[in-house]
């Protein structure tokens, strides 16, 4: 009786097991059609903001500074900047052409900060800056001198020089007044006035230290305006129109002066009508046409560029 109770108990247990293993096979084909439907729903789910910006960083190259995705404004029923889509390498001269009206300045000033575009994206060093005050993506590194200088006319060009670099412990009026805190002020300007005149020389302007800002000619303001800018640190410089009413000693001057800070590693974008300057400095050039991109690439592209010749110098190639 007790060999018949266990040989019962092990026929059920033999009997249970193809149960066991058809319930598990019916609980893995489950979980294998959630992680499938999970998937479906990871892929078609919305992109996030965040999501968006880690995906653009992560796109964004190292030696590409400065990315300009899809930039578009308006004002009001006119478009200044229609979907332009540009990048800046690193260590180079980049020139940014177009007849009256293409959009260039327009473009910079969204760069910089000045407008703030209505769509579209701009990035520098890998970080999101659209819409960011100028004197936050001037911090950043990312500096810019205007057309026409705009240098302070009855300070001298040293104090223009010396207000220039950012985070000025002198800033804060406490350090400049209290005894026991005037004396990093006074180290940091030592060291600040040594910069200066590095930077006078390096320009060939330190002759014109003590004079008035005001004074000078339009040539020597130009150069003091990217002396100025070179004060911040800046690892890129966007030049509008830097030869502008400069004459042709001082041009080729502010030129080698380009070519030497290119040489030491700053990066330049620089937009300027003498076609020969861009063919002739510039490793890579972009082409505006009526608010959008018409065109980019080496110099000696765009020069033969039909499109180019057709909308920008306005004759033929032959």
């Not at 300009?68 to 889509?85: C, M, P, Q, W, Y």
């Not at 380009?258 to 300027?272: A, N």
Request: proline content about 5%; aromatic content about 4%.
């Amino acid at each position: 009786m007790s060999k018949d109770a266990d040989a019962g108990e092990e026929t059920d247990d033999v009997g249970v097991e193809p149960a066991v293993d058809a319930d598990a096979a019916t609980i893995a084909d489950a979980a294998g059609t959630t992680n499938a439907a999970s998937e479906e729903n990871a892929s078609t789910a919305p992109e996030t903001q965040d999501s968006r910006v880690e995906r653009e960083a992560a796109e964004t190259p190292p030696d590409v500074p400065l990315q300009v995705r899809n930039l578009r404004k308006t004002f009001g029923g006119i478009v200044a900047v229609d979907d332009v889509s540009f990048a800046v390498e690193a260590g180079t001269i980049t020139g940014l052409i177009g007849p009256n009206g293409a959009g260039k300045s327009t473009t910079f000033d969204c760069i910089a900060g000045a407008l703030e575009p209505d769509s579209g994206s701009v990035r520098f060093n890998g970080a999101d800056v659209t819409g960011f005050r100028p004197d936050q993506i001037a911090t950043r590194g990312l500096v810019r001198t205007f057309q026409i200088a705009r240098e302070l006319p009855e300070m001298t060009v040293l104090e223009n020089l010396m207000l220039a670099p950012t985070d000025q412990v002198g800033e804060q009026l406490w350090r400049s007044v209290m005894p026991g805190a005037r004396g990093s002020v006074i180290d940091q300007e030592r060291e600040l006035r040594e910069r200066v005149w590095e930077t006078l020389e390096f320009f060939e302007i330190d002759h014109l230290a003590r004079q008035k800002a005001g004074a000078l000619s339009g040539g020597q303001r130009k150069l003091l305006e990217m002396a100025r800018a070179l004060m911040t640190d800046p690892d890129l410089l966007l030049l509008d129109e830097p030869l502008a009413g400069v004459n042709p000693t001082l041009e080729e001057k502010l030129l080698d002066r380009i070519h030497d800070l290119r040489d030491q590693g700053y990066t330049f974008l620089l937009v300027e009508h003498d076609m020969d300057v861009i063919m002739d400095h510039c490793e890579h050039v972009i082409v505006m046409h009526q608010g959008s991109l018409l065109a980019e690439g080496p110099p000696t592209e765009i020069r033969s560029n039909e499109q180019v010749i057709d909308a920008y110098l306005g004759g033929s190639s032959e």
